[in-house]
């Protein structure tokens, strides 16, 4: 699974992980499974490390399932809180 995160589809999303201090301009980092508050299931998961020299190329047929109202919002305003306490200091 990939994704052109820099689609403007994708900005309010980028932005709150952007805020939460994810940093998506960059390879490598840590891999984390959510769930958003809906069950789910993992199994048969393999990982390989990408060579710094292979391209990467976006599927673009690939759509998340949506993120439930409820979760979304309180994302949201976690970020919000985040956002005052940085104004804060």
């Known amino acids: 699974m990939d994704f ?4 403007p589809k994708w900005a ?3 932005e709150l992980l952007t805020i939460r201090g994810g940093d998506l301009t960059g390879r490598g980092g840590e891999l984390w499974l ?3 508050g809906q ?3 993992y199994r048969n998961l393999r ?9 990467i190329k976006a599927s673009p047929e690939f759509q998340p ?5 409820g979760a ?12 005052e306490q940085a104004k804060a200091k």
């Not at 052109?4 to 689609?7: E, G, K, Q, V, W």
């Not at 979304?72 to 956002?83: G, S, T, Y």
């Open 4 to 7: 052109d995160y820099t689609d």
């Open 39 to 41: 069950p789910v299931w």
């Open 47 to 55: 990982w390989r490390e990408i060579p710094i020299t292979e391209e």
């Open 34 to 36: 959510q769930d958003h």
């Open 72 to 83: 979304l919002a309180k994302e949201q305003e976690r970020v919000r809180k985040m956002l």
């Open 12 to 14: 309010e999303m980028v």
């Open 65 to 69: 399932m949506p993120v439930p109202a």
